[in-house]
């Protein structure tokens, strides 16, 4: 049984289902579009679904706000003021909010992002993914590379500051030198945060079904290595697995996310971890995933499932996330965003420490991953199964 002394802080998960067209890697709930988009009956139905969960939360402020999917800019700029507007007329957000929206730069011209702006989004993640034609072609994107680059620079001109640019790596048939090319071309933008990940094939996904021809384990780590060496001598400090940010810049709603602090989700298929201090539980919450089921529901619960999260299973929910961290974690804070005791932690971790994969500094009280232990993140996790 946990004991809960101190709720951690609280973000915003919103989920816009809709996307022009299905990439074969993807395998978030995204749905292509088919027809014209009721904006405002979505729109009304993420306020709804978020009045609904204000019990969960009574008291408490939002931090961080995520708008992902799917392409939230496929909504229009006033769908969006409207949205903030009425979260705000909801539930207290912090002055200082960060408010983060996803945006594919297919969907994007001048006036959409200064009205995106303006409507109090200060935080644009651009899915990018490359610089090359072909290999945006190969992944299904809608853009090509002159339009990737004119949205950077329009985000900027529209007064976007903060400005995250999404890129894979390990793309089919990618060669180092074209990989190279993609991070040193984000890197000439300046943007405040590049997020830099390798294509990997999900169940359940075009690619799954018909694999394309990959890079090589040997290559594929070339790549991510030199484009580590890249990103870190442009003053771009990794943090996190795949996530590197100028000083001061760290996407602060993802970080919440790895040092399990708690989120509301609303939107299909969204979901939420939500402390109670009251019941001394930790709830994960799941919405309607079908964006027609999701809609249907008219003021009824938006919550298509819940389960309470302890034990074992807490203890890894919470590594899951915090092991991703380049700087680690301080145990005080697994005690009391778990309210569990470190023995249950060093119960588990007692392998991969000896192992050397893991490294706990006893005049800190940090846990970290060691070099080689990122190489092994996974087996690492695997360990820290439940059931093992």
Same mark, same amino acid.
């Given at each position: 049984?946990?004991?809960?002394?101190?709720?951690?802080?609280?973000?915003?998960?919103?989920?816009?289902?809709?996307?022009?067209?299905?990439?074969?890697?993807?395998?978030?709930?995204?749905?292509?579009?088919? $027809?014209?988009?009721?904006?405002?009956?979505?729109?009304?139905?993420?306020?709804?679904?978020?009045?609904?969960?204000?019990?969960?939360?009574?008291?408490?402020?939002?931090?961080?706000?995520?708008?992902?999917?799917? !392409?939230?800019?496929?909504? $229009?700029?006033?769908?969006?003021?409207?949205?903030?507007?009425?979260?705000?007329?909801?539930?207290?957000?912090?002055?200082?909010?960060?408010? !983060?929206?996803?945006?594919?730069?297919?969907?994007?011209?001048?006036?959409?992002?200064?009205?995106?702006?303006?409507?109090?989004?200060?935080?644009?993640?651009?899915?990018?993914?490359?610089?090359?034609? #072909?290999?945006?072609?190969?992944?299904?994107?809608?853009?090509?590379?002159?339009?990737?680059?004119?949205?950077?620079?329009?985000?900027?001109?529209?007064?976007?500051?903060?400005?995250?640019?999404?890129?894979?790596?390990?793309?089919?048939?990618? !060669?180092?030198?074209?990989?190279?090319?993609?991070?040193?071309?984000?890197? $000439?933008?300046?943007?405040?945060?590049?997020?830099?990940?390798?294509? !990997?094939? #999900?169940?359940?996904?075009?690619?799954?079904?018909?694999?394309? /021809?990959?890079?090589?384990?040997?290559?594929?780590?070339?790549?991510?290595?030199?484009?580590?060496?890249?990103?870190?001598?442009?003053?771009?400090?990794?943090?996190?697995? $795949?996530?590197?940010?100028?000083?001061?810049?760290?996407?602060?709603?993802?970080?919440?996310?790895?040092?399990?602090?708690?989120?509301?989700?609303?939107?299909?298929?969204?979901?939420?971890?939500?402390?109670?201090?009251?019941?001394?539980?930790?709830?994960?919450?799941?919405?309607?995933?079908?964006?027609?089921?999701?809609?249907?529901?008219?003021?009824?619960?938006?919550?298509?499932?819940?389960?309470?999260?302890?034990?074992?299973?807490?203890?890894?929910?919470?590594?899951?996330?915090?092991?991703?961290?380049?700087?680690?974690?301080?145990?005080?804070?697994?005690?009391?965003?778990?309210?569990?005791?470190?023995?249950?932690?060093?119960?588990?971790?007692?392998?991969?420490?000896?192992?050397?994969?893991?490294?706990?500094? /006893?005049?800190?009280?940090?846990?970290?991953?060691?070099?080689?232990?990122?190489?092994?993140?996974? /087996?690492?996790?695997?360990?820290?199964?439940?059931?093992?």
């Amino acid at each position: 049984m946990p004991i809960l002394t101190q709720l951690p802080p609280l973000s915003l998960y919103i989920h816009f289902p809709w996307c022009i067209q299905k990439c074969p890697y993807c395998d978030f709930n995204s749905h292509q579009q088919k $027809s014209t988009l009721n904006e405002d009956e979505y729109i009304n139905t993420l306020l709804n679904d978020l009045e609904n969960d204000l019990p969960l939360v009574w008291g408490r402020k939002i931090n961080t706000i995520f708008m992902g999917g799917g !392409t939230p800019s496929l909504f $229009s700029p006033k769908s969006m003021e409207t949205l903030l507007a009425g979260i705000r007329s909801r539930i207290p957000l912090s002055p200082n909010a960060e408010i !983060t929206m996803e945006a594919n730069p297919g969907t994007l011209e001048n006036e959409r992002l200064f009205g995106f702006r303006e409507s109090g989004i200060n935080r644009i993640s651009l899915g990018t993914q490359s610089f090359h034609d #072909e290999h945006l072609k190969k992944l299904g994107r809608i853009h090509d590379s002159a339009t990737a680059t004119n949205a950077i620079e329009m985000a900027k001109q529209a007064g976007f500051e903060n400005i995250n640019i999404d890129l894979m790596f390990a793309l089919p048939e990618q !060669t180092l030198e074209q990989a190279m090319y993609d991070i040193e071309t984000a890197i $000439s933008f300046s943007p405040t945060h590049i997020s830099y990940y390798q294509l !990997t094939i #999900e169940p359940n996904t075009a690619f799954h079904n018909k694999p394309p /021809e990959l890079p090589n384990d040997d290559l594929s780590w070339d790549i991510y290595e030199q484009g580590q060496e890249r990103l870190s001598n442009k003053n771009y400090t990794q943090y996190e697995v $795949s996530a590197y940010a100028k000083p001061g810049k760290t996407c602060r709603h993802n970080m919440n996310y790895w040092q399990f602090g708690d989120y509301l989700g609303i939107g299909a298929g969204a979901h939420a971890k939500i402390t109670d201090g009251s019941k001394q539980s930790i709830t994960r919450y799941w919405k309607n995933k079908n964006p027609k089921d999701y809609l249907s529901k008219k003021g009824d619960t938006y919550i298509a499932g819940a389960r309470i999260i302890d034990g074992n299973e807490l203890v890894f929910e919470f590594l899951l996330n915090a092991l991703r961290l380049n700087e680690g974690f301080n145990i005080e804070t697994y005690i009391k965003h778990t309210g569990l005791k470190k023995d249950e932690l060093f119960n588990i971790l007692q392998k991969p420490i000896s192992q050397k994969l893991i490294e706990y500094n /006893e005049k800190s009280n940090i846990i970290t991953t060691t070099t080689i232990g990122k190489r092994f993140l996974n /087996e690492i996790l695997q360990h820290c199964l439940p059931d093992n």
